[in-house]
Nanobody, 114 residues
Framework: VQLVESGGGSVQAGGSLRLSCAAS?????MAWYRQAPGKQRELVAT????????NYADSVKGRFTISRDNAKNTINLEMNSLKPEDTAVYYC???????????WGQGTQVTVSS
């Protein structure tokens, strides 16, 4: 499975950005992770293909929304009320097949200035 990310960029605090990720095949779940300089990669939001249930990190609840278009195998991450601490490289993740093999996108930079 190949993952192609789009979106990201630079915005001032309080602004909004949208990330998208298209998968080349079917997935069990898809998610966004992020990694800030000097920090570990952390899970931001997950959405499951079958049920469309979602999970969010506490730090983004109420500000970020993950959604998916099953017909296009695409997920989106709407990011509102962005904060400087949201600055990171955001990675798309997909879990595929019965063994839930992880696949990763190339990453896209999100920079929020104060």
């Amino acid at each position: 499975v190949q993952l192609v990310e789009s979106g990201g960029g630079s915005v001032q605090a309080g602004g909004s950005l949208r990330l998208s990720c298209a998968a080349s095949g079917s997935t069990f779940s898809m998610a966004w992770y992020r990694q800030a300089p000097g920090k570990q990669r952390e899970l931001v939001a997950t959405i499951f293909s079958g049920s469309s249930n979602t999970n969010y990190a506490d730090s983004v609840k109420g500000r970020f929304t993950i959604s998916r278009d099953n017909a296009k195998n695409t997920i989106n991450l709407e990011m509102n009320s962005l904060k400087p601490e949201d600055t990171a490289v955001y990675y798309c993740n997909a879990r595929v097949g019965r063994l839930l093999v992880d696949y990763w996108g190339q990453g896209t930079q999100v920079t929020v200035s104060s």
